[in-house]
């Protein structure tokens, strides 16, 4: 129910659209409820098959406009370093957000059905009303199973691992992170600590991800004029995405550090 008020409070806030921060508190609370189904799936099996569908459809409702505002937030940030071709990174950015403005209007629309509604109402009436279907399945061992995954996962990755391979690492250790969170309620601080560095996997991961994309609809976007500042940015995100390509065998060496304290 947590997630759940987490999502209400930050409606009006997405609603109004001044400050980014409210849609991505939106789209956490989302995630994460999506991700502790997930991770509960084998101790009360289906009882939330049917939430979590809907929650996949307001995520991806929300999920193109959450990407703008951090490709634009990013892009303005980048501006002081791409003299003198400022001006053309702007019009990058003004293409950009006439963009977000058609995306958010679909987003509003979608807030104003009453599929959203019945989504809250959802929430309410099915988390109060669980029921453990397998109390012999252990919340330890399911954190064990996720990162297994992720260790799978990751060293399944070569040396020039495809981007999307790469961001596939980066959902098992969200995946990951959720189940220890989960096993932390009762197995205490080892799981937090265990949670975070999965955390920070994430983030590495996550820059890499947020470089390709930045990439893709700089490309896609860019209009004549403002070719030399693509190219810049461009250049820019590359080294971005192999600054996260060598800082991820460290952090996933600090979920093994973690993990062994965790499990042992």
Known sequence: ???????????????????????????????????????????????????????????????????????????????????????????????????????????????????????????????????????????EHLARKELDRLSDSYAALGPNAPDDDVHAVRIRAKHARYAAELAASTRGERFEELADALADVQDVIGSHQDAVVAEERVRAVAPEEAQLAAGRIIELERGRRLKARADLPGAMKQVERRAAAAFR
């Open 1 to 139: 129910m947590r997630q759940r008020k987490a999502i209400e409070r930050s409606e009006p806030g997405v609603r109004d659209g001044a400050d980014p921060e409210d849609l991505h508190r939106f789209r956490v609370a989302i995630r994460r409820s999506r991700a502790m189904i997930r991770a509960s799936r084998p101790l009360v099996r289906d009882q939330l098959a049917g939430l979590d569908r809907e929650l996949r459809w307001l995520a991806g409702v929300t999920s193109p406009v959450r990407d703008l505002d951090v490709l634009i937030g990013h892009l303005r940030d980048l501006e002081p370093e791409l003299a003198p071709d400022r001006a053309g990174a702007q019009s990058i950015v003004a293409a950009l957000e006439l963009e977000r403005l058609q995306r958010r209007d679909a987003l509003l629309l979608s807030l104003d059905t009453l599929r959203y509604r019945e989504l809250l109402a959802r929430f309410a009436e099915v988390v109060p009303t669980l029921q453990v279907a397998a109390p012999d399945v252990s919340l």
